[in-house]
Nanobody, 115 residues
Framework: QVQLVESGGGLVQPGGSLRLSCAAS????????MYWYRQAPGKERELVAR???????NYAGSVKGRFTISRDSAKNTVYLQMNNLEPEDTAVYYC?????????WGQGTQVTVSS
């Protein structure tokens, strides 16, 4: 079992920045991959970024160059640094962990980009 707790969401103006955190209940060195997804109202949940146990990363085209996913093994935490935010980034952001054949989700954190 892996419990995930997201934090760091909030209201920010267009062009601003936020850093999301996802704290895991066990060592992230035992987790194959960790992800950030988001879901906007009326839309399907979409993959934003992924970081593998090797440290390799992947991003959705819409956030590439603006968002950075990273991990701190000592804190068992994965981050999503979001810069140059746009109103279209408004969504609930979810953390996900793949460990073995199981997937675990956090409860989500709201990000609202508005002037």
């Amino acid at each position: 079992q892996v419990q995930l707790v997201e934090s760091g969401g909030g209201l920010v103006q267009p062009g601003g920045s936020l850093r999301l955190s996802c704290a895991a209940s066990r060592s992230i060195n035992s987790i194959n991959a960790m992800y950030w997804y988001r879901q906007a109202p009326g839309k399907e949940r979409e993959l934003v970024a992924r970081i593998m146990i090797t440290g390799a990363t992947n991003y959705a085209g819409s956030v590439k160059g603006r968002f950075t996913i990273s991990r701190d093994s000592a804190k068992n935490t994965v981050y999503l640094q979001m810069n140059n935010l746009e109103p279209e980034d408004t969504a609930v952001y979810y953390c996900k962990a793949d460990r073995g054949l199981s997937a675990y989700w956090g409860q989500g954190t709201q990000v609202t980009v508005s002037s």
